[in-house]
């Protein structure tokens, strides 16, 4: 008997390690933007072949396109998704300052006006790189048709899944091309990586399973954003401007990033629906309605390139795959079909890539064939997506107009958050532990360490007003 248990799980074990390092045949990728690119990238190494699908044409090119439309707009890359980049694609941030992205201290080239008061200026050593999402996307590409088992279905909509016939697994999908001709698809692994439009929950219903819960906090938020050429005359006192909104009453905010071609992106944003500017005057006058005057100063004779495109964006929304007890096998989704933030926080690429870190990671230990690995992915992807979302909402619940349920422990960080912005337009070690917690490369408990802490009730006690009054750089430096 003993010897039988022994043989069947010697057994067991031979089929799992032969399935999880035997190359999957076929995986398609719906969707050909950030998530749907990273996740082809951690396809890779482990199937055959990866298709991605991808409704839009004109792929691969620095221009925004129609199925990304908030190419228009300003795209932050926070740093952990910059790493993420670099482990998946070695030399990525070379190429991307090749391509002509500037890299920045994110202290000392980027002036911040938030919560009230310039953040502190000093040599940090916490570099970004600036540039346009369609610059992004294309280097993304350009690294990725380095690998031949990766290709393009470009033109083509994914239109519904394919299914066993006891429904328990997907097996491809069905795919719809301009001119209307039909193709399916066979694969052993979908990925829905189609954005907020996503059509799963729809196909989860169609197949017999319940669609997962939603989690929606509406902000009602716009950018309306345009272009710059810089003014000749431009003293280049910083590389980048931000000037957030400020809860409860400063429902404006500005960006100006210096992109690629030394161009400025120039983005105004908009809090609980607050009318957009759609015209030249209109425009100027929003900026100069901020609560500095820095923005407007730096466009109001500076030469608009491009006209003025407006995004609205109703409301974040998470949706909760992890908490589904039964779930088709063969499929999986990510991106902002899972979760999309507030986009003032700049974390939905850097989120893509790190739920397409997690699919490359779980690939090394599981096969997709394997029962429950979608659900062990997607609830893998929801511990990773507590904190950003947490950080993303608990900010905007400070705004009196978002609508949604707002978790009871917001009101105690909003308290314990107010004085570390508060202390990180002063202290450099704050604004540098912040930077890295709102980068995503260090956990928010790292704001809780005894120093900071400490720091945090001197200043409570002794309310002292540590405001700093200028965006005039710091000889600091803490590298
Ligand atoms: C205004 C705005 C500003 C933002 N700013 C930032 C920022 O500063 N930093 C940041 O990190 N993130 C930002 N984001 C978020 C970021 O754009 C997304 O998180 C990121 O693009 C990843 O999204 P995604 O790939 O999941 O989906 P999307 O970018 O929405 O792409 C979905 C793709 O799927 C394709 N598609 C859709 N349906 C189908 C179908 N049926 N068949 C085939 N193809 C299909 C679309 O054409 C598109 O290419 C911003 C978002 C907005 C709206």
Request: charged letters at 20%.
């Amino acid at each position: 008997m003993r010897v039988f248990i022994l043989c069947v799980l010697s057994q067991h074990k031979v089929i799992n390690m032969s399935t999880s390092q035997q190359k999957l045949s076929h995986a398609v990728v719906i969707g050909g933007s950030m998530a749907g690119l990273l996740a082809a990238r951690a396809l890779a190494d482990y199937a055959a072949r990866v298709t991605i699908i991808e409704r839009d044409t004109q792929l691969g090119e620095a221009q925004p396109r129609k199925g990304v439309p908030q190419g228009h707009h300003i795209h932050a890359l926070l740093k952990s998704g910059e790493q993420i980049l670099n482990t998946f694609f070695p030399g990525f941030t070379a190429a991307l300052i090749a391509n002509g992205a500037r890299q920045i201290d994110f202290a000392q080239d980027a002036v911040w006006f938030h919560h009230g008061g310039w953040k502190l200026r000093y040599t940090s050593g916490l570099h970004l790189v600036g540039q346009s999402r369609p610059l992004l996307e294309s280097t993304v590409t350009q690294f990725l048709h380095k690998y031949p088992n990766i290709t393009w279905k470009t033109g083509w909509a994914a239109q519904e899944p394919l299914t066993n016939p006891q429904n328990t697994r997907v097996t491809g999908v069905r795919i719809q091309h301009d001119d209307g001709t039909s193709e399916d698809m066979h694969a052993a692994l979908v990925v829905d990586a189609s954005g907020r439009g996503s059509k799963t929950p729809r196909w989860l219903e169609s197949m017999g399973y319940a669609a997962p819960q939603e989690t929606t906090v509406k902000i009602d938020l716009a950018y309306a954003s345009r272009v710059y050429e810089i003014p000749a005359d431009f003293h280049h006192r910083w590389v980048s401007l931000l000037v957030n909104a400020k809860a409860p009453d400063h429902l404006r905010g500005g960006y100006i990033f210096t992109n690629e071609n030394n161009r400025w992106m120039v983005t105004l944003a908009g809090y609980s629906g607050t009318s957009m500017p759609d015209d030249d005057a209109s425009f100027l006058e929003f900026a100069r309605s901020l609560q500095v005057p820095d923005v407007y100063e730096a466009i109001k004779n500076a030469k608009p390139l491009t006209d003025i495109k407006v995004f609205r964006y109703p409301n974040e929304q998470r949706r909760h795959y992890e908490g589904l007890n039964r779930f088709p096998d063969g499929l999986i989704v990510i991106g902002d079909a899972f979760c999309s933030f507030d986009p003032v926080f700049g974390q939905g690429m850097t989120s893509s890539a790190n739920q397409a870190r997690i699919l490359h990671k779980l690939l090394a230990r599981m096969s997709p064939m394997e029962l429950g690995f979608s659900q062990r992915f997607h609830k893998q992807v929801a511990g990773f997506l507590f904190v950003p979302w947490m950080m993303a909402t608990s900010e905007d619940f400070r705004f009196p107009k978002t609508q949604g349920k707002m978790p009871f422990y917001y009101p105690i960080m909003h308290a314990y958050t107010a004085q570390i912005f508060k202390l990180s337009m002063t202290d450099p070690q704050v604004h540098l532990a912040f930077a890295r917690v709102m980068n995503l490369i260090a956990p928010p408990t790292l704001l809780f360490s005894p120093l900071i802490v400490l720091k945090v009730i001197r200043s409570l006690l002794t309310r002292r007003e540590t405001f700093a009054p200028t965006i005039e750089p710091r000889t600091l430096s803490v590298v």
